[in-house]
């Protein structure tokens, strides 16, 4: 599976912003879909995640912020961010995880492909 992120952005606090995950190769319906975010200096973490049936997890910095969807006629990932905080500055990755595998969606080691990250700047 190929994953290309695009979305990212300069925009002020509270703006919004939607990512997107657009995947090629395998069946995009085999795969848990997450978003993990990277602050600058910082590691890699979970931030949302939806699964081959649409069930969607948060991660306590961004439930009521973020929403996470899929649509599967066009093997696109989507996270929809609305207020945005200035800690949200780093960069945001999709990746997919193996159904057939796992339903760990939330551990970053179970995820098998990776995009190439997409860039968020919130301002103050």
């Known amino acids: 599976v190929q994953l290309q992120a695009s979305g990212g952005g300069l925009v002020q606090a509270g703006d919004s912003l939607r990512l997107s995950c657009a995947a090629s190769?395998?069946?995009?319906?085999?795969?848990?879909m997450g978003w993990f975010f990277q602050a600058p200096g910082k590691g890699r973490e979970f931030v949302a995640a939806v699964t081959v049936r649409s069930i969607e997890s948060y991660a306590d910095s961004v439930k009521g912020r973020f929403t996470v969807s899929r649509d599967n006629a066009k093997n696109t990932v989507y996270l929809q961010m609305n207020s945005l905080k200035p800690e949200d500055t780093g960069v945001f990755y999709c990746a997919a995880l193996d159904s057939y595998v796992t339903d760990s969606v939330s551990l970053i080691h179970e995820y098998r492909y990776w995009g190439q990250g997409t860039v968020v700047t919130v301002s103050s």
């Open positions: 190769g395998r069946s995009f319906t085999r795969y848990h």
